[in-house]
C-alpha cells in the first residue's frame, strides 16, 4: 500500500546559483550543491527542513505567471514575529507583494517576490 | 532573529472540493477542514504532515503553465516502492505527464498531472544516503 510524504519543492531558474544566493541571504536557507552522475551541478536549498531544488531552466521555458493563477501558486514560510522578519527583510532587500496584513485575529500574513516572480507567503499564527 | 520553516503549499482551484476529493483519492490527503472566510472560502489537506491549502480561484485568475516554466514549477512526493505507487494511481484514474524512468541508479521518478495542470512528482530513491 503505497504512502506518500513530502519531498521537495521545485524552482526553475536561469540562473541557479543567483537565485539560491537570494534565499540564502534573504531567509537564511542553507545552499547545498551535489555533483550528479553526469558531472552536472544540482543545487539544493534547505530551509530548517524544507527542501527547495532550483532546477536550470531550459532556454524554452517560459517565465511563470506573474500574478495569482490556477494550480500551483505559491508556498508559504511560518515565522514566529511577521513584523520583526519584514523588518529585516527589508534591511535585506526583499520585495513584497502584498505588505502585511492581519487577515483574521491570530493570522498575519505578507507576501515577498522571488525571484523569477516566484510568490513567498510569510505567515505568523498567533 | 527571525527564522522560517515550511508552512504550506496553495494551490487554487474553481472547484476546491473537487480538487480535494482528487488528493485524497489519488495520495490518501486527508481533508482536514473547509473553511468559509470574510467571502473566500478554502480547504486544508494534509500529505504527511505538510499543509496544502486549496483555494477558490476568483473569476478573473486565469490557468498556470501546464509545462515547464521558470519560477516555482511542482512539488514532489516520496514514495517506497514507485512502481507499486504508480499501478495504484492508474487504477484510480491518474493521468501522468511523465512516464516512471530511472534517472540514475537507485532514482526513479513519474509525473502525475493533478487537476489544473499541477504537476507532482513522484520519487523513489533506493539509497537514501546518495541522493
Known amino acids: ?32 550543491e551535489s555533483v550528479l552522475p553526469d558531472g552536472q551541478t544540482r543545487i539544493d536549498l534547505d530551509i530548517n527542513g524544507l527542501t527547495i531544488y532550483i532546477a536550470q531552466a531550459d532556454e524554452n521555458q517560459p517565465p511563470g505567471p506573474v500574478d495569482p493563477h490556477l494550480g500551483l501558486d505559491h508556498f ?33 500574513i505578507a507576501f515577498v517576490r522571488g525571484p523569477d516572480d516566484v510568490r513567498v507567503e510569510l505567515v505568523e499564527r498567533g | 532573529m527571525p527564522s522560517y520553516r515550511v508552512d504550506h503549499i496553495h494551490l487554487r482551484s474553481r472547484d476546491p472540493m473537487g480538487t480535494a476529493r482528487y488528493y485524497n483519492k489519488m495520495f490518501d490527503a486527508k481533508i482536514v477542514d473547509s473553511v468559509e472566510y470574510d467571502g473566500r472560502s478554502w480547504i ?68 502525475v498531472r493533478a487537476p489544473d495542470d499541477v504537476r507532482i512528482e513522484l520519487l523513489e530513491r533506493k539509497n537514501q544516503s546518495e541522493n
Open chain 1, 1 to 32: 500500500m503505497p504512502t506518500y510524504t513530502y519531498d521537495h519543492i521545485h524552482l526553475r531558474s536561469r540562473d541557479p546559483m543567483e537565485t539560491a544566493r537570494y534565499y540564502n541571504r534573504v531567509f537564511d536557507a542553507k545552499i547545498i
Open chain 1, 76 to 108: 508559504g514560510l511560518r515565522v514566529d514575529d511577521l513584523d520583526e522578519a519584514v523588518v529585516q527583510l527589508r534591511e535585506r532587500g526583499a520585495v513584497f507583494s502584498t505588505e502585511p496584513r492581519e487577515v483574521r485575529p491570530g493570522l498575519k
Open chain 2, 44 to 111: 486544508h489537506l494534509d500529505i504527511d504532515g505538510v499543509t496544502i491549502y486549496i483555494a477558490r480561484a476568483e473569476e478573473d485568475q486565469p490557468s498556470g503553465p501546464a509545462d515547464p516554466h521558470a519560477g516555482l514549477d511542482h512539488f514532489g512526493l516520496n514514495v517506497d516502492n514507485l512502481d507499486e505507487a504508480v499501478a495504484q494511481l492508474k487504477e484510480r484514474g491518474a493521468e501522468f505527464y511523465m512516464e516512471p524512468r530511472e534517472i540514475q541508479p537507485g532514482a526513479s521518478i513519474a509525473f
